[in-house]
């Protein structure tokens, strides 16, 4: 069952949640929101907080994303979310990028995921590579993230993989879609 849709362009608060604990946060714009498919935005230069936690984020010492805008495209139940960069001025696109993540949890003003180490960056011309493979044993051993988690990003890996080999992109309606205009679609 879809949960509760956002309304387009409200602020949505993210929270990055490790063990139970925020971890980050910052604020997107929603774009579009069907309940089970949530569209939002990070803007250049939006505001990132850092609650005192035991595990530093990797982020930690940057005060604002910045250097590019992004799309963010969040399903109900995958342990990934698919992002779309463009330049920091919203002009130009850059890359489609998979975020290995825990499910998404809505809340009553945003949502809550984890980022699980592993993500796959696919280049303008389809082409695509892993990032971060060599984060995945640190972390585990480290206790940053679970067996349980490392097996479900290793089975949501497998399942991109696949679809990435058969170009067969769920997010592909979203290709034509810029910051500038907000639209979907070409």
Known sequence: MADAPFPPCVALHVREVLHGAEWASWDERVVSDDG??????????????????P????????????????LKLRRAGDWYSVWKFFSADGLS?????????TPVVRTADG???????????IDPDGSWRWKDVHHLAPALASGRIT????????????????????????????????????????
């Open 93 to 101: 696109f850059l890359s489609w990028y998979v975020n290995f993540e």
């Open 55 to 70: 595990f530093p984020h990797p982020w930690g010492h940057l005060a604002a994303w910045t250097g590019t805008t992004v």
């Open 147 to 186: 067996q349980d988690e490392l097996l479900a990003v290793l089975a949501a890996a497998s399942e991109v993989a696949d679809l990435l080999d058969r170009d067969d992109r769920w997010w592909a309606p979203w290709d034509g879609w810029a910051p500038q205009d907000g639209r979907i679609g070409s």
């Open 36 to 53: 089970h498919l949530l569209a939002s935005v990070v803007a250049d230069g939006t505001p990132l907080a850092f609650a005192d936690h």
């Open 111 to 121: 949502v809550d995921v984890d980022d699980l180490q592993l993500d796959v960056v």
